[in-house]
């Protein structure tokens, strides 16, 4: 019992060493405004939504529509992919991330604080966004 318990820690220390990815790619996120300040907008949940190009909070999994735009976009914050808006709520994903006029790019200070999720339809009872946020985890 002692011996299967070591052998499993063992395969799960490899596990998470081999694994990094799924818990919101923190490299990822400093390659977008405010990618560390996403507001979670799951209703009565509050705090923060880490994983911002997946359907679920920590990340990992199928990507969002902003995750998918941000992948067609290098994985870099690009005029085109702020004046975009990927989760079809009305508001551009500059809007969205704090970055008003388009202008960040890694490693300055936002223009000012995320108002909402780039990649999650907001707010998430309109009716428009239902189908859009159909595979949104909000447990
Ligand atoms: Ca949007």
Known sequence: MEEQRKIFSGVLFVIVMICPSG?????????IPNGLNVPNPCF????LWNGVGHNI????????PFGKDFLDANGTWT?????TDSDSD???NGLELGDFNCTWFEGQPPMGDATGHPGICEPMDDP?????N??????
């Not at 009565?44 to 705090?47: I, Y």
């Not at 909070?57 to 199928?62: R, S």
């Open 128 to 132: 428009k966004c239902i189908e859009i």
């Open 57 to 64: 909070e920590i990340g990992g999994g199928a990507l969002n």
């Open 90 to 92: 009305g508001k551009i």
């Open 23 to 31: 818990f919101g790619h923190p490299g990822y996120r400093l390659k």
């Open 44 to 47: 009565n949940v509050g705090g």
């Open 134 to 139: 159909k595979d949104v985890s909000c447990r």
């Open 79 to 83: 005029q085109e992919l702020c004046m």
